[in-house]
């Protein structure tokens, strides 16, 4: 009888007070590899009570009669956490995993970073576009990804194709290296109209770095590096479209979705459509100002998750047809008309495998991708042919030296390239094998970071070209950062297709006589300051960059107006970029971003040092942002004002010299109003909202087959105030809650 009432006693205080079981982990994050802690502690703040992990990292916990209470977890190396447990979970299994307190100042830029950022603890100044940023203009592709961002420029090459190019520091795009997780990304053939084909809504982040980047990245980062991050399977939306429309009647839809297959396999699908079916001409040139055309592109990926490896494999696949050139009526008309039609047509694979090593920090990473582009073009009577085959791959091996405080990363890298180009009777076909190994050593101190690298990479054609590479960052004070970067990089141009929107003109070209590769070395820094104004946060940034050039290809303009002569100039050509910039938040829902850009561009034009064509040696920059208290409206405004720009002097219909070569000052002004309820987000913009146009933007436009037709001479919008709608809707992926 007596051992009957203990037991009842016993299974009454079990009823009151039960157990809890559970894991405890630990990560020391650079490789992901998770390992069971031994002797990790488990503490119930109220109850005062606890208990201690075995061998194989296990605990059992009996939870007491006063619930809620917070279960603190810890071990030494690691940061603690925390749990609150309840009622509801008596009897419960915990798996807790514990990351490494090297992993502190990681987790603080996550975390506090804003929609627009720039790190402090990175070496590099890299400059980060979050998709929060994104969503403050219309962002339908790449090239309209920068309308918030002082340090992209993206400028229209000519009056009927349509064709955006970006550039950084006052260079070409194509000096710039564009890579979508660290793959390179709109070369060769992509690299003119390649903005287009990458949708807004698939974009995580994107990563500018100003000067040249890792080694690790490749020889070709000359001006800067611009890395794009997609939306990660795990992560991104378990549905999400967008429907877009402006009153020139484009319209699109995209549509992305992510989703988990088991435990250790996720999937993500992206799509995107749009059509221009609309004739616009608003200037009554006879010319259309839009291309009318259709864009369609897919990407799928996969990613694997193991205690002993990562894998991600996928593709990406696009369909660009544009048609622009002369209007319908001068098409019915019966007479010959100028026609301006794109056709790109791309595939590419690409892979990534990562190997965890049992020594702490230390893994293999390989990098893979295979691509298959063809473009096709036609202006007027010329026409444009490409094809193009490439591969890629990249392995690293990244490992430390006694602590994180030295690490270090080798490398083999190698690349194929086949190249084919056809313009009439010109002809620039080449395949390229370049095959790289590089190094490169990081040092972290309290105050001081370091990365040192270099590569060599021997080309098939010219030889072995070396690259080396030094980046320091010192901090002044706790809220000052002074950087310092500089070093070589090297590209083989294509002088075609990097220039294939000259094909609007009537201009003859000049092929160069050899192509050399375009050598450059470059240095610059910049200075960060953090500050506090009536108790809020704002920072100060300001940089300076240098470039210099060895054999850059010249596209010569001004030598012969009715001439466009191509060549490696072995003179001097130089870039000079200093940019500075004000972030200040007056109040919790109010950014404000104030910039100003100076470039000075020069090379040997027509004989004489000048500034290169079509780059504004000034411009500003005003961005206001605005989200309400209960978050549901975002206002943001954003105003850029170009100074001068040097043109091109061109051949007038009356056979006389242009006299206007220089362009004026002219500001852009875009606002969008964000309105979020629940799962949906209504949207409503203008872009160029002071509706300023370019005045005749075409030379001789009723005479397109003439020696004086040139519709190359661009340096603002030719259609005006652009209005816009759309909505997004978006339903997340169900979260683990074990």
């Known amino acids: 009888m007596k051992n009957t009432i203990v037991l009842i006693m016993c299974l009454l205080s079990l009823s009151a007070m039960a157990q809890v079981k559970g894991i405890i982990y630990g990560s020391r994050g650079e490789t992901d590899v998770k390992e069971t802690l031994y002797g990790a502690k488990v503490r119930l703040l109220n109850a005062k009570g606890g208990a201690i992990t075995d061998e194989e990292g296990k605990f059992d916990l009996i939870l007491p009669k006063n619930l809620p209470d917070t279960m603190v977890f810890s071990a030494r190396g690691y940061f603690s956490d925390t749990v609150i447990v309840t009622k509801k979970d008596r009897f419960i299994s915990f798996s807790i995993t514990l990351y490494s307190d090297l992993l502190l100042p990681d987790v603080v830029v996550e975390y506090k970073k804003g929609t627009h950022s720039i790190s402090r603890l990175k070496t590099l100044a890299v400059e980060t576009i979050s998709s929060g940023e994104l969503r403050k203009a219309a962002c339908c592709n790449l090239s309209e990804s920068f309308e918030t961002n002082a340090s992209v420029d993206v400028n229209i090459t000519d009056a009927v194709s349509g064709a955006k190019k970006i ?67 795990e992560e991104m939306e378990a549905l999400y479209f967008n429907v877009y429309g402006n009153r020139f009647g484009r319209t699109e839809f995209n549509f992305n979705s992510g989703f988990k297959l088991n435990e250790k396999w996720s999937s993500g699908w992206f799509a995107h459509a749009s059509t221009s079916p609309v004739e616009v001409d608003l200037n009554k040139d006879g010319f259309r100002d839009i291309p009318m055309g259709t864009n369609l592109a897919v990407l799928n990926r996969y990613k694997y998750e193991g205690e002993k490896m990562q894998a991600q494999v996928g593709f990406n696949a696009y369909w660009d047809n544009k048609t622009g050139g002369q209007t319908n009526l001068i098409r019915n008309s019966g007479v010959d008309f100028f026609d301006v039609t794109l056709d790109s047509r791309h595939i590419d694979v690409f892979a990534k495998t990562g190997f965890f090593m049992k020594k702490p920090a230390h893994s293999i990473g390989v990098v893979y991708n295979v691509k298959y582009q ?56 080449r395949l390229e094998i370049v095959p790289g190994v590089f190094g490169e050593y990081t040092l972290t101190t309290s105050r001081l970071s370091l990365v040192a690298g270099a590569r060599a990479d021997y080309h098939n054609i010219f030889g072995l070209l070396a690259s080396p590479r030094l980046h320091i960052k010192y901090i002044l004070t706790e809220y000052t950062d002074v950087r310092f970067t500089g070093g070589k990089g090297w590209r083989v ?65 001004d030598a012969n107006p009715g001439l466009i ?86 051949q007038l219909a009356d056979s006389t010299l242009s006299k206007d070569n220089v362009s004026q000052v002219y500001p852009i002004l875009n606002a969008q109003i964000t309105h979020i309820y629940k799962r949906w987000e209504f949207y409503i913009g203008g872009e160029n909202l002071t509706n300023y146009r370019q005045q005749n933007p075409i030379i001789d436009a009723e005479n397109p087959f003439s020696s004086s037709f040139n519709a190359t001479r661009i340096w603002a919008p030719i259609y005006g105030m652009n209005i816009y709608a759309g909505l997004r809707f978006s339903i997340k992926q169900s979260e683990d809650k074990n």
């Open 565 to 650: 002569t191509f060549g490696n100039f072995n003179g001097t050509s130089f870039s000079n970029a200093i940019q500075a910039e004000l972030s200040y938040a007056p109040s919790k829902t109010i950014d404000v971003r104030f910039a100003y850009k100076f470039l000075d561009v020069r090379a040997k034009y027509g004989g004489v040092l000048q500034q290169q064509v079509m780059i504004p040696k000034h411009r500003g920059f005003v961005n206001i942002g605005f989200k309400s208290r209960n978050k549901r409206w975002e206002y943001d405004l954003t105003c850029s004002v170009f100074g001068e720009a040097r043109l091109p002097q061109v």
């Open 167 to 233: 550039q950084m520091m006052g260079l070409d795009g194509v000096y710039t290296q564009i890579q979508m997780e660290n793959i390179p990304y709109l070369r060769g053939l992509e690299s003119s109209f390649g903005l287009n084909s990458m949708p807004g809504t698939w974009i995580e982040s994107i990563q500018i770095t100003k000067g040249t980047g890792n080694v690790v990245n490749g020889y070709e980062s000359m001006a800067g590096l611009v890395n794009i991050e997609l939306k990660k399977p």
């Open 374 to 429: 063809t473009f096709e073009a036609k202006f007027g009577n010329r026409e444009f042919k490409g094809e193009e085959k490439r591969g890629y791959i990249n392995a690293i091996f990244d490992g430390i030296i006694g602590t994180t405080d030295h690490k270090y990363r080798l490398g083999l890298s190698g690349v194929y390239s086949d190249l084919n180009q056809q313009m009439g009777s010109l002809n620039a076909d």
């Open 493 to 557: 141009p294509n002088y075609m297709i990097d220039n294939v929107s000259l094909l609007a003109t009537s201009q003859v070209w000049v092929a160069p006589d050899t192509v050399l590769p375009e050598i450059s070395w470059n240095i610059g820094g910049s200075f960060s300051q953090q500050f506090k104004l009536f108790n809020k946060k704002g920072s100060f940034i300001v940089d300076y960059y240098h470039t210099q050039f060895e054999n850059q290809m010249i596209v010569d303009r």
